[in-house]
């Protein structure tokens, strides 16, 4: 019998009981709906991970300092993270080979007559790179979509080298609208500043930035500051040593927990961190990596998940007993039918095929009903986990998998009985 | 009879079904030899073995002992597969109660034979010794469908090939299952009581089909307990106690 013959008996054997074969299918959609529901609020919180972590390569740790609350004020746990605690990092860890260093503060910047107040950061020479992967500022009227480039991001000049950053060079680039303030339209490029009354060349001016968030727009002011390299900043900016966020680069994705021991071990004798009463280290540090990030995020999602996933268990298996029953029914209803199958040729695989698709096309049917009702469902399972629920589109191909094999694994066992029918019994069934 | 070529050959065929504690002979050793184009009719009362020799020969069931040749093939001992084969390409069954599925049409119902030869692997081929025969039509490239409509065509109900089963009338649905036992070209058409439930006239009618298909080469065993009915075949034999009377 040919597979379009098969399938065309199957679907007569379904069409002939609509209403029993709805109420079997209830079962596996509720089952496949939980399906989708469940792996949508894991790329919720993946999702949720990626869109603001972005800054976060996954083969880096985020190293970043304690900080507990004090009557509304944070205050740093232990000794804050140092210039030098990142500097000395990839020395003392074998397995990081570079540290990115940030640090912020707030300094006064003169040209002429003009002196103005703002904020600055101290940044490495892939400061431009980091921005772009953070991907929080585009240049103003980037059309959406579009790939950024370090070129972009420059209106004149260039940004910092290694070698300036490693040698603490007295240069700067300025934001945009500081540019525009300082040197009201003349270029600036190869002009000296003077940042807390210490001289700096400018080497390059940041394009015309706004948030991609519109509604941060009124409230950011991406071109009111200028950079430095850290180096520089950390020397002449600062009368007490300022902390930094350091990121560190690790040679080998594999050996993060290994290269997160190494740096804890650097920071710890750095910061003359004791061991507590039980055994734990009192450290003044965190050590962060998108995996942890990802980690904390899913674990909020899980509980919920676990609930759902166990919906769709249970579903799954009333379902497939549903299937099951329907399909003893129909076989026990078909008996006749099927000794007639056999006495004009049908061998018992041509049966148990018959069978099997029967119930492989009802499951898979309550399958595709099963998905629709999960995606529908997804705002709802949204709003019952803090908004993190979104379709994972591989989630649909192993839904219908998922209803596909209850189908069968259920249907197996009617089919062969349908099989192991005597022909001469069956014919003679009333 | 035609003794060079039998379609049926049975060599001391017995039967024993094991009925709680107690073994039941219903065969007991039968030597049958039906020849090619023979319209025999098996006669006997219940009980006595008629039905039993019909699953027999019809591959339905497999013999306790003694051989079954059809067309010279012993296939007593063949597996449940190839017994299947041997349904589909070589017997057309013919029941009392017409055994037609109700949710097909009758050309479906017709085609449903050639439906289970498609997939048989072999298809058509190997088994088609008395296709030379008188009676056999060219069935070469013809698709399932067209050789069902030719069946009903034969049988005087092309004009009923969209309808169900519960459309038609008996002598109707009698006609659809000859036509569905012809379409195979089977060597052997087996008809069990085929006019049992039918009145004397439509019943008459179905008789004059079968012996048609007889003048037309047919080789048909026809089992029944009503003597007007076996006497329009060509010869009767008949059963009691699992053996055949000489």
Known sequence: MTFVNVLRTALSGIAANKLRTGLTMLGIIIGVASV??????????????????????????????????????????????????????PDAAPLIDRVEMTVRGSGKVRHGQT???????????????????????????????????????????????????????????????????????????????????????????????????????TRSKPNETFYLPVSTAV????????????????????????????????????????????????????????????????DAARTFSVLLAALAVVSLVVGGFGIMNVMLVSVTERTREIGVRMAVGARQQDVVL???????????????VGILVGILAIPLAASLNAGLA???????????????????????????????????????YE | MNDQNPVIETQNLTKTYRMGAADVLALRGVDMRIGAGDFVALM????????????????????????????GRDVGSLSAQERARVRNQRIGFIFQTFNLLPRLTALDNVALPLLYRAAGGQ????????????????????????????????VGLADRAGHRPTQLSGGQRQRVAIARALVGDPALILADEPTGNLDSSTGGDIMRLLAELHAEGRTLLLVTHDRAVAEQAEYTLHMRDGRLLP
């Open chain 1, 36 to 89: 989708i529901a469940t792996l949508a609020l894991g790329n919720g919180a993946r999702a949720a991970v990626e869109n603001s972590f972005r800054f976060l390569g996954s083969d880096q740790i985020q190293v970043s300092g304690q900080f507990t609350v004090e009557d509304g004020e944070p205050k740093p746990a232990g000794k804050l993270l140092s210039y030098e605690d990142g500097l000395t990092l």
């Open chain 1, 115 to 217: 002196t103005l107040d703002m904020p600055f950061t101290g940044v490495d020479a892939g400061a431009l790179t980091s921005m772009i992967a953070d991907g929080k500022v585009q240049p103003v009227g980037w059309p959406a979509g579009d790939l950024l480039t370090s070129e972009a991001f420059l209106a004149r000049g260039r940004f910092f080298t290694h070698s300036e950053v490693a040698a603490g060079a007295q240069v700067c680039v300025l934001g945009y609208k500081t540019a525009d303030d300082l040197f009201l339209g003349d270029d600036p490029i190869g002009q000296t500043v003077w940042i807390n009354r210490k001289p700096c060349e400018v080497i390059g001016v940041i394009a015309e930035l706004e948030t991609v968030d519109e509604q941060e727009r």
């Open chain 1, 235 to 298: 020397q002449n900016l600062f009368e007490n040593d300022p902390w930094v966020e350091i990121t560190a680069r690790v040679t080998d994705e594999a050996r993060m927990d290994e290269a997160k021991t190494q740096i804890a071990a650097h920071l710890r004798l750095r910061h003359g961190i004791e061991q507590g009463n039980d055994g734990k280290w009192l450290d003044d540090f965190r050590l962060t990596t998108k995996k942890d990030i990802l980690g904390v995020q899913q």
């Open chain 1, 354 to 368: 018959q069978f099997l698709l029967e119930a492989a096309l009802l499951s898979l049917a309550g399958g595709l």
């Open chain 1, 390 to 428: 979104l379709l994972d589109p591989a989630s649909i191909p192993v839904a219908l998998l998922v209803a596909l094999a209850t189908g069968i694994i259920f249907g197996l066992y009617p089919a062969l009985r349908a099989a192991r029918l005597d022909p001469i019994e069956a014919l003679r």
């Open chain 2, 44 to 71: 006997g009362s219940s009980g006595s073995g008629k039905s039993t020799m019909m699953h027999l020969l019809g591959c339905l069931d497999t013999p306790t002992a003694g051989r079954y040749l059809l067309e």
């Open chain 2, 123 to 154: 298809g058509d081929n190997g088994t088609s010794r008395l296709d030379h025969g008188a009676g056999s039509r060219a069935t070469g490239k013809q698709s399932p469908r067209e050789r069902a409509l030719a069946a009903l065509t034969r």
